[in-house]
């Protein structure tokens, strides 16, 4: 409601959700809809054809609750095209889950500002995501996201994410998730190269 003060948690579901936002904005534009949708309303597929996952996932996401200390726990249903012959999770796509949720986990932060981020992704990119999957999961299925950061630092980052049924604790799958600071498009900035050098 208009003039109501907002906790910090609010305040930080809010910059999840706008970034989302922008990021289904952007990407629906190089997109087509397509009739059968798994995005019905911005669109799954690129002007290829092609699905387009990660706007599948970020369109239809249910931010449940976030910290400007850079955790966050979403929750989202989970159909058949993520899952492998054996109709389990796909191991490509859990890597994916945790890539897109891990890194919303830094947008909340005090140092992530959308505006002047530009091209970066919140956190930087990715240098290396590692997963360990603990048991297969069932689909279709809601399933929770938890993830949280570890480390934010002028060059590396780190945040760490599992994959859980939603309403239980059990874990299906883990993973960590390195960033570094460099543009989207693999130009870096001279301050960031020189912080790269002395790594």
Known sequence: MPGMDHTPEDQAVAKIRRTVDSFCKTATKRSQPI???????????????????????????????????????????????????????????????????????????????????????????????????????QLPATIRVESRVLQMGEMASLAVGSITRAGSPKRYCIGEHHKLRAAAGGRMSSKDQEAGAKL
């Open 35 to 137: 009739s059968s949708g798994l995005c019905p309303e911005s669109g799954s597929k690129d002007t290829d054809g092609t699905q387009q996952f990660d706007l599948d996932l970020m369109s239809r996401v249910h931010i449940i609750e976030a910290s400007s200390s850079g955790s966050v726990i979403v929750e989202i249903e989970v159909g058949m095209q993520y899952a492998n012959s054996a109709g389990i999770l796909h191991g490509g796509a859990a890597a994916l889950i945790l890539d897109q949720f891990t890194t919303a986990a830094f947008i909340p932060m005090d140092s992530y500002n959308m505006e002047s981020a530009g091209s970066m992704p919140p956190g930087g990119v990715t240098r290396s995501l590692n997963v360990t999957y603990l048991r297969p999961l």
